[in-house]
Each structure stands twice: as structure tokens, then as C-alpha cells.
């Protein structure tokens, strides 16, 4: 365990379902971060909240609403996907987002169907 | 457009011998290099890292050499394991935004 917690660690959904991703980290990291991982593609920036605060958007579809309660969990809500986003979630923390030695969870794979 | 890439997509090794993994990267302005391993079902894991102010670092069984002419990072695996059997990938820093390349499948053949 790397102290990044991913559940589920696989979920397969259709397009009409609504599901959510869990990340929590007891690093006392104050960054934490949404990738997504497709097969043969470099990891794609979602989201980034530093202290709570989104501080980051990379233009992601609506259908994906994170959330960040405090310093230790974040959520990634997922609504009517589309069989494209079918990939791998994974977390990441940080002690400040100008701090680059993340630590990544082992992910969610999501299959949409 | 400028981005972080590969030069081989897979790289299969004898158990035993030595495994360099190659980074080319087109942005003169990084100022940070980070190898990561990603095994199978997991996350990606750190490794080594290194700033653009060095051109050598050495950590235990790897070495990240970085050649600013030429825009190269590599890694290197002194007696490579079974167990380092993973996709590794690089990634630079520029300007507080971190880039990944897509990564290199190693294979280590017993």
C-alpha cells in the first residue's frame, strides 16, 4: 500500500448510472489530484485540489463532478459516461501542488458499457 | 505541439543484464525529471528524479542520466529482476505543470 486508497478497484457501470470514485490519503498531503490512464496514452490531468480548493480544471465533461470534503478524501462523481471514458482513475497526493513527488493509488478501473 | 515521449514502446531484457529506458522530451524550459514504475494493477511508483541543474543521478540499482543538448532523459537498471518487469514512463515539470509520456513495457526474460 502506497497510502493512497482507491475503492472501488474496479466498476463496471452503464451510461444511465450514476457511481462515485473514493481517494483518501493520510499522508498529510495537502494536494490531491484526479489522472485518467487509457491504454497507450500518457496520464491525463482531471482535477487538482490543494487544501480543499480546486485549484485546477483540465476542460473534463461535466459528467465528471469531484469533490473534496477535506485534506483527506476526494471523490470523483461520475454521471451518464460514455463508453470512451472506460480507463483506469488514479489518485494522487502531494504535500503542495509546487511538490511533484506524488504518491499514486492503485486506481479504479472503470468500464462503461 | 511539445510533448514527452518514448523512443521504444517495449523493451524485453535478459534476467541479469542491463535495461536503459530512453525519454526524449522537446520543452528546453523543464527544470524537473520524474521516472515512475507501474506494475501491473497498481499505481505508478517513484523512482528517481532529477533536476535540470544535474546531468547524473544515481540511486539504488538505477541511474537517470539527462542530456540537455539533446533533449534526452534515460534510465538505467543495473542487473535487472524479474521483479523490475513494469511500464516505465517519464515525466518533466515545466512551470509547475507536470507532462507524462505514455510509457515503455519492460520485459525481463528468466
Known amino acids: 500500500e502506497t497510502g493512497v486508497t482507491q475503492t472501488p478497484r474496479h466498476l463496471v457501470m452503464g451510461m444511465t448510472n450514476k457511481k462515485s470514485l473514493k481517494c483518501e490519503q493520510h499522508l498529510g498531503h495537502n494536494a490531491m489530484y484526479w489522472y485518467k490512464q487509457s491504454a497507450k496514452k500518457p496520464l491525463e490531468l482531471m482535477f487538482v485540489?490543494?487544501?480543499?480548493?480546486?485549484?485546477e480544471n483540465n476542460s473534463v465533461p461535466s459528467r465528471f463532478s469531484p469533490e473534496c470534503p477535506n485534506s483527506s478524501h476526494l471523490f470523483l462523481h461520475l454521471h451518464t459516461l460514455q463508453p470512451e471514458d472506460s480507463a483506469l482513475y488514479l489518485c494522487?497526493?502531494?504535500?503542495?501542488?509546487?511538490?511533484?513527488?506524488?504518491?499514486f493509488g492503485s486506481g479504479t478501473r472503470l468500464t462503461v458499457v | 505541439g511539445e510533448s514527452v515521449g518514448l523512443h521504444l514502446p517495449t523493451l524485453s531484457v535478459q534476467e541479469g543484464d542491463n535495461s536503459i529506458i530512453n525519454c526524449a522530451y522537446s520543452n528546453s524550459a523543464s527544470d524537473y525529471f520524474i521516472w515512475y514504475k507501474q506494475e501491473s494493477g497498481k499505481g505508478p511508483q517513484f523512482i528517481i528524479d532529477?533536476?535540470?541543474?544535474?546531468d547524473k543521478r544515481q540511486g539504488q540499482r538505477v541511474t537517470v542520466l539527462l542530456n540537455k543538448t539533446v533533449k534526452h532523459l534515460s534510465l538505467q537498471i543495473a542487473a535487472t529482476q524479474p521483479g523490475d518487469s513494469a511500464v516505465y514512463f517519464c515525466a518533466e515539470n515545466i512551470k509547475d505543470d507536470m507532462r507524462f509520456g505514455a510509457g515503455t513495457r519492460l520485459t525481463v526474460k528468466p
Open positions: 532529477i533536476r535540470s541543474n544535474m
Open positions: 485540489y490543494s487544501l480543499e480548493e480546486r485549484v
Open positions: 494522487a497526493s502531494s504535500r503542495s501542488v509546487a511538490n511533484y513527488g506524488y504518491t
